[in-house]
């Protein structure tokens, strides 16, 4: 059986040369952009569900499955991505999964209903997942040790700048063409992949023996752990959580599957994912702050268009020109991080990214009403800041004492962890906004008769205005009543949404400290 040395072993230089081949830049580049496709079609529709709904015939509660479904399906196919590159060969692999992303988004466009929807976008989702880790290791595989901060760089970019501009660029396609052209988007650049990846990699032969003496028992548990698991964190709230028999049912599911999963793989000789690789410090710790990053990285993308929404009544491209400011400063910083890590050691980079992350958040967990788009701006500079300082050097960090070999199981560990945190961070926040919404409007209606003269005077001034307005006096105090309880509930809201940044500051100054503490190792 072939080994993933002996199938790279032709293509890649040697760790000592610093020399690449101008086809191996071609074939990582063609790489790097499918992982940015797989990463920006998780976001994308965010900004386009209404119409999506609407052009569908669909509700809210199945709308939500356009997301979900792909994060599942997603979630499932990194952890096979290892297996199936080494069995199948990564140009083989890549070329086509890259024509199966591409099939599916062009049904995706032409979807007849929601169901078709969904299925599609789990195709979508299932395909793109295994865009992510491919890239990564290519990073790995085709650059020696003295351009890898480089393509850490670049790998980077996908997965921090891609979310930051989804909604953005969903919005605006939306607006300006239709809610199709989000997935007419991924045709052209996906045709070029595919020519750079079969241009820049060597074909290797099938290995149809790792194929049938696969690890299949873990298979399965995986997929039916990891695919429960983000089902119950994507719908959890919606169906409010433990009080539904659907989310319990799913809960217990993954629960007994993920630990079935875990013995297995501890145990089997040649496991679907190298659990063993967290005996690494290093690389455990690594694995945190990816679960960290990821709670930060999409937490955010998810709870600021709501908070535009429902506080500022923004519509999509009125979001996107904000958060436009955390990804495209981005570009400008991700190119002197791979200089700084020869001079700075890795792990104060990504401390210094960490805290600057978390002070973006600490900024925001003292929003008023009148905190809008222009005040949300120095929030997301000092994002777009310390992303890239997480990014580059937490990869060098996370691969110190990883060898080639185990270079596809380690892309598959630290990418299922940046996805479990982001599906965590959601499901934390939509739980957390709810009850801290319920929690604060009951602290404003019982301080209410502290301030009863005050709170009189501004209901009679509201009753006037309606008066004014054309209302009769009874109608005209109702409608005043009714406007004070909005305005109730939207500080109410207000509040929650500091809380929620003020959790997420918490966990990014916890990975900052994680971070800072760990031992250096030369990389």
């Known amino acids: 059986m072939s080994t993933v040395t002996e199938a790279v072993s032709a293509p890649i230089p040697s760790p000592t040369s610093s020399e690449v081949p101008r086809r191996h830049w071609i074939a990582l580049i063609g790489g790097l952009l499918g992982a940015f496709m797989a990463i920006l079609d998780i976001q994308i529709t965010n900004s386009s569900l209404k119409d999506i709904q609407g052009a569908l015939s669909a509700t809210l509660d199945e709308s939500s499955w356009i997301s979900t479904s792909y994060l599942v399906a997603e979630m499932i196919a990194i952890p096979l991505s290892g297996w199936l590159s080494m069995a199948l060969g990564k140009r083989r692999y890549l070329t086509w999964t890259t024509v199966i992303f591409t099939l599916s988004s062009l049904l995706c466009s032409i979807s007849w209903n929601m169901s078709s929807m969904i299925v599609f976008r789990a195709l979508q989702g299932f395909s793109g997942g295994a865009l992510i880790p491919l890239a990564f290791s290519l990073v790995v595989q085709l650059l020696p040790i ?27 396609l939306t607006e300006n063409f239709s809610w199709h052209y989000i997935f007419y988007i991924n045709i052209p650049p996906a045709m070029l992949m595919i020519f750079m990846v079969r241009y820049g990699l060597d074909d290797e032969p099938l290995d149809l023996g790792r194929l049938l003496k696969a690890d299949w028992l873990g298979i399965i548990t995986m997929a039916l752990g990891l695919g429960c698991l983000e089902v119950v964190l994507e719908e959890g709230n919606r169906e409010e959580w433990f009080s539904s028999p659907f989310i319990v049912t799913l809960a217990i599911i993954s629960g007994v599957s993920l630990v079935y999963f875990v013995i297995n793989e501890l145990q089997h000789k040649k496991p679907l994912v190298n659990l063993r690789l967290l005996s690494n410090r290093h690389f455990a710790m690594s694995c945190i702050a990816y679960l960290i990053l990821g709670m930060a990285l999409l937490g955010s993308i998810y709870v600021l268009p709501l908070y535009l929404t429902q506080i500022q009544q923004y519509n999509a491209m009125e979001i996107g020109s904000v958060l436009m400011w955390m990804g495209f400063p981005q570009l400008l910083i991700f190119p002197l991080v791979p200089k700084l890590t020869s001079i700075i050691k890795p792990k104060y980079l990504v401390t210094f990214g960490f805290a600057m992350f978390g002070l973006s958040c600490f900024v925001n967990t003292h929003m008023t009403v009148d905190y809008g788009g222009q005040q949300l701006i120095f929030s997301m500079l000092l994002r777009a800041i310390g992303s890239p300082f997480i990014m580059v050097p937490l990869s060098l960090v996370a691969m110190q004492g990883i060898s080639k070999e185990q270079t596809p199981d380690a892309s598959t560990l630290t990418n299922v962890m940046r996805n479990l945190g982001g599906a965590f961070s959601i499901a934390i926040i939509a739980t957390l906004l709810d009850n801290k919404t319920r929690e604060h409007l009951a602290h404003i209606k019982a301080s209410l008769p502290a301030v009863s003269t005050d709170a009189w005077y501004q209901l009679q001034q509201q009753a006037s205005a309606f008066m004014h307005a054309g209302s009769d006096s009874a109608t005209a105090m109702l409608q005043a009543q009714a406007s004070l309880a909005a305005t109730m509930q939207r500080d109410a809201a207000i509040m929650a949404y500091n809380d929620v940044f003020l959790m997420m500051t918490a966990f990014l100054a916890l990975a900052a400290v994680l971070m800072f503490s760990s031992k250096s190792q030369p990389v």
Request: aromatic residues 12%; positive net charge.
């Open 146 to 172: 003295q351009k890898r901060a480089i393509g850490m760089a670049m790998f980077g970019v996908t997965a921090t700048f891609a979310p930051s501009i989804g909604p953005t660029l969903g919005g605006w």
